[in-house]
């Protein structure tokens, strides 16, 4: 089966976001310059280099306005936060996904506590297990070239700390990320935690 992307329909949803899953959900937490907070998950997330330590999260345009609250307070101060939603955390994190009028402090929507964040003006999610203080690299814009398509965001940012709660971390000092639960986004409005786990040692040259 070959499928064209541009000729079917329902590829977004239904196709592709089934195919590159699970994936993590950045839940980002922004500052303007009002002071107004602004909380939001996006499943467009992950990282793209430990050294220098860098995460990226992308998004498109909603349909009232240019762009989204996030990435509009982004642009404003240089900073957000990336807190680690977990599966007892999926109901907050899902009131947090409401599309609500700007200023509006999904801390409050989602009844959430806030907790302050060291090297940056965003709170962090007090609940969640990890949070990471991040600053802006860049944005990037991606222009829509076809019918249908919107315009889309994705931003880089360097991780300047990061909060731990002390109840994941192992003797080791290693995060223990199958007890902490994560919440992955699968296809349509599904998500789902750890699964089956293996431990895989990168393989040597063979030497015959």
């Not at 902490?180 to 030497?207: K, W």
Request: aromatic share 8%.
């Amino acid at each position: 089966m070959f499928l064209d992307p541009a000729a079917t329909p329902g590829f977004k949803r239904t196709l592709f976001n089934a195919i590159v899953a699970p994936r993590p959900i950045g839940w980002i937490s922004t500052i303007n310059g009002k002071g107004q907070v602004n909380l939001a998950p996006f499943s467009h997330f992950n990282l793209v280099s430990t050294s220098p330590p860098v995460v990226i999260f992308s998004c498109n345009a909603p349909a009232d306005r240019h762009e989204k609250d996030t990435i509009a307070n982004v642009r404003e101060t240089g900073e957000f936060v990336t807190n680690l939603a977990t599966w007892d955390l999926r109901e907050p994190m899902n009131l947090s996904s409401m599309n609500a009028p700007y200023g509006t402090d999904e801390f409050e929507l989602a009844g959430l506590e806030k907790a302050p964040s060291v090297m940056v003006k965003p709170p962090r999610v007090a609940a969640s297990p990890a949070s990471m203080e991040c600053r802006l690299l860049r944005i990037v814009d991606i222009e829509p070239t076809g019918p249908g398509e919107t315009f889309s965001n994705v931003v880089f940012g360097r991780i300047v700390g990061v909060h731990l709660d002390e109840r994941f971390v192992d003797a080791n000092g290693n995060f223990d990320t199958a007890r902490a639960e994560p919440l992955t986004r699968m296809d349509g409005n599904r998500y789902s935690t750890v699964g089956r786990m293996d431990i895989l040692g990168r393989p040597s040259p063979r030497r015959d």
